[in-house]
């Protein structure tokens, strides 16, 4: 019997520590967003941001965890309020996208280059007659070496 009790308080008395750390306000405080000015809440110095941190300091205090509170605060702001679009449904296109457009213009410079490099140099263009007797344009030819040199 003593010893069931002495297990029972030892898990009391570690529940705690088992828990893991509480949550960082810092930590939340740049996953969202002032929904009046637009920037993260540890930048942002609007009424409505202040009483958003200390709403985050009171439920860390009450022992919400980070996603809790994220959560309650987009059910109350909507999903606005992130700082990042999440990783699922249709915000997953933000993610995606961006990504894809990147992905389509490597390959798109990629068989640019091959196309390119198959061609070769490009051909020197097909003498034109110039319509003089070949006596004159080797005389013009001597002359634009002798000018020349």
Do not use: N
């Not at 009424?47 to 009450?62: D, G, L, N, S, T």
């Amino acid at each position: 019997m003593r010893l069931v009790a002495l297990l029972v308080a030892g898990l009391v008395l570690a529940a705690p520590a088992l828990a893991g750390k509480p949550p960082s306000a810092e930590a939340i405080e740049t996953k969202l967003v002032c929904p009046v000015c637009h920037e993260t809440l540890d930048q942002s110095t609007a009424p409505i941001a202040q009483e958003m941190k200390a709403h985050i300091r009171q439920r860390i205090a009450q022992g919400w965890t980070e996603k809790q509170i994220i959560d309650e605060m987009v059910g109350q702001f909507g999903p606005g309020v992130l700082s990042t679009p999440a990783k699922h449904g249709f915000d997953l296109l933000a993610w995606l996208l961006p990504l894809g457009g990147a992905a389509a213009g490597i390959v798109a410079l990629a068989l640019g280059a091959a196309y390119w490099s198959r061609r070769g140099p490009p051909s020197e263009p097909p003498e034109e007659d110039s319509g003089l007797d070949p006596e004159t344009e080797r005389r013009i030819d001597l002359e634009l070496a002798r000018f020349d040199g």
